[in-house]
């Protein structure tokens, strides 16, 4: 059995970020990746039209190491310039000798002796005194229980489990069932060369544009004097963006002019400007988010030929405060609905009845296809842990422990889970905190847990139900405090038929970072040691 002070499972942002810090303290470390490739989802995130939703240079390490000689081509990356960044990154860093890809963490058991047991598929057993779990929010597609989904005789994908291969979609008739920021993506891509496209639509997305631009060197070289201030930027309040700032006014606080033309300024930059770089009360106060719903609403419908459709994609009355589900970016999304190819359906009014071996039916309707393709989300934020049979100090699968709701200490720690940590898991900032940003952040953190409890002579930490009970209360409270608890949305663990419905993600990263901070300051307050 091979030992270790640190197995790190996941070799996304988080990972190979833990892996370079923990290394240059001096710890041994391996980290396991059940993909052939570096950089997590974006492995298996390789559907047509998959890139990032954050612009250049938010989505990258502030390593110089890892910028210095790296270029991007567009100001939102694809996925496969994303995957070869993280090659990049794993070959200045020196990182790839301790990284086992293609195998997959089959189960992992805490023993007596205070040390985890982490059996992989291979066969090989490691033993470390830490676990990492850095395996993301959205690891666990999931696939709905469509009935007769398994008799389909054309192709169907689901998008997070795309053929290294691909799917030629030319001239074919494609269904597409879901439309979150995958759906959208592909969409793009689908409609202007399927023969027919049917997007089969439960919930209306509040698709924000893009603003996509090619980049070259020479400009990136200019900004490069810069990002070290920006990096700053992006991990001080309100962090998370180097160059999205929120006003510090409530959306009535200023009078309609000025509203208009922040709103107008936000949606000019593109991205996630209009998300979180408007006002400050835009996803707390009802009215405010109404506002921002209907600037939305109004710029989205001038762009949609038909009345019906339009009232489909972009409806008068808002389906959920703006920003409770995430908003996609998106170049064309809206004009694809003009093109005489492209249907949408509504599936909420007419619902799915089932899959047939040639196509869908609906409860109005049967729809011929040769290829279907499910983006219809994850099990987000805990079932790429659940699917994993971790094991604590009491021998109960987390799968059993999290099966009436999550309870964590900071998002970070499990009680009774010695000596586990997980990074981008459930109930921390992760979905509203820019990934690497929150990788660096949470890296450095246990970074410095681990160093201080080297130091003074720990070998074993736990945390307390009641820590944990109170943080899952802080959540509670800020689900209704802020618009969020409304919504059905992965978020709220809302997506997932039978999963409890609860705050996964703490809505606001910087407030996040305080209480890790304080944590610390506090000698590592709600931990046990030993
Ligand atoms: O998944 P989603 P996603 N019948 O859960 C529908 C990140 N990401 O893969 O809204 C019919 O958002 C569902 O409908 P509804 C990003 O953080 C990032 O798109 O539940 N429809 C919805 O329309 C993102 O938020 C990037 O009513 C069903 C869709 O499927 C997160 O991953 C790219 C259904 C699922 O949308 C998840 O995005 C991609 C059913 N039974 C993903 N079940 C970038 O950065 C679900 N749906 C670009």
């Known amino acids: 059995m091979k030992k270790f002070d640190v197995v790190i499972v996941g070799a996304g942002f988080s990972g190979l970020y833990l892996l370079h810090r923990l290394r240059n303290e001096g710890f041994s470390v391996r980290l396991v990746e059940a993909q052939s490739g570096l950089g997590g989802v974006w492995q298996a995130n390789r559907y047509p039209g998959a890139r990032v939703d954050s612009h250049v240079p938010n989505y990258e390490y502030s390593l110089e190491a890892c910028w210095r000689d790296w270029n991007w081509t567009e100001r939102f ?29 089959e189960a992992c ?5 205070g040390r985890w047991q982490i059996r992989l598929n291979n066969a090989d057993v490691y033993d470390a005194g830490f676990l990492v779990m850095c395996t993301g929010f959205g690891s666990k597609p ?116 000025e509203r208009l033309n922040v709103f107008e300024t936000a949606w000019e930059k593109g991205g996630f400007n209009y998300w979180v770089g408007t006002f400050n009360d835009i996803l707390m106060n009802e009215a405010s988010n109404r506002a921002a719903y209907d600037f939305w609403r109004d710029k ?37 609905f003009n093109q005489p190819n492209v249907q949408l359906v509504d599936i909420r009014s007419t619902p799915i009845e089932t899959i047939i071996p040639t196509g869908l039916k609906t409860v109005k309707a049967q729809f011929d296809l040769d290829v279907l393709v499910l983006a219809t989300g994850f099990d987000a934020n ?9 094991r604590g100090s009491k021998d109960r699968p987390l799968s059993e422990v999290w099966s009436n709701g999550v309870d964590t200490h900071l998002g970070m720690a499990v009680p009774g889970f010695p000596n586990l940590l997980m990074l981008y898991g459930p109930q921390s900032a992760t979905a509203f905190c820019n990934g690497p940003t929150c990788a660096e952040f949470q ?11 080297r130091a003074e002579g720990h070998a074993v930490f736990d945390s307390s139900d009641k820590m944990a009970e109170a943080w899952t209360e802080r959540l509670d409270r800020l689900s209704e ?15 997932i038929p039978g999963k409890r419905r609860q705050l996964l993600n703490y809505p606001d990263a910087d407030a996040y970072r305080d209480q890790l901070r304080m944590c610390e300051a506090e000698r590592y307050s709600g931990f046990e040691f030993r």
């Open 77 to 105: 990356p694809g996925h496969q310039e994303l995957v070869a960044y993280f090659d990049h990154v794993a070959s200045v860093l020196d990182l790839k000798a301790e990284i086992d890809l293609s195998t997959r963490v």
């Open 109 to 113: 058991r805490f023993s007596a002796e």
């Open 142 to 257: 999931y696939v709905p229980d469509l009935p007769g989904l398994d008799t389909f005789s054309g192709i169907c994908h689901h998008t997070a489990l795309w053929p290294e291969d691909g799917v030629d979609f030319a001239g074919r008739r494609v269904g597409i069932i879901g439309t979150g920021a995958s759906g959208v993506q592909v969409i793009q891509e689908v409609a202007p060369i399927a023969e027919h496209l049917v997007v089969f639509q439960r919930t209306p997305v509040t698709a924000l544009p893009m603003q996509q631009r090619k980049l070259d060197e020479s400009e990136q070289a200019a900004a490069k004097k810069n990002y070290p201030e920006l990096f700053v930027l992006r991990n001080s309040p309100p962090g998370n963006f180097c160059d999205i700032f929120r006003r510090d006014v409530g959306a009535y606080d200023v009078a309609e002019a």
């Open 300 to 336: 989205t419908r001038a762009r949609i030929d038909d009345l019906a459709t339009a009232e489909m994609l972009a409806p008068m009355e808002p389906p959920y405060p703006f920003g409770t589900k995430r908003p996609s970016l998106e170049q064309n999304y809206y004009e694809c």
């Open 382 to 390: 805990t079932g790429g842990l659940t699917a994993i049979d971790i």
């Open 443 to 453: 890296g450095e953190w246990t970074t410095r847990l681990l160093k201080w409890m």
């Open 481 to 495: 405090s802020t618009l969020f608890g409304r919504t059905d949305s992965w978020y709220m663990g809302a997506n």
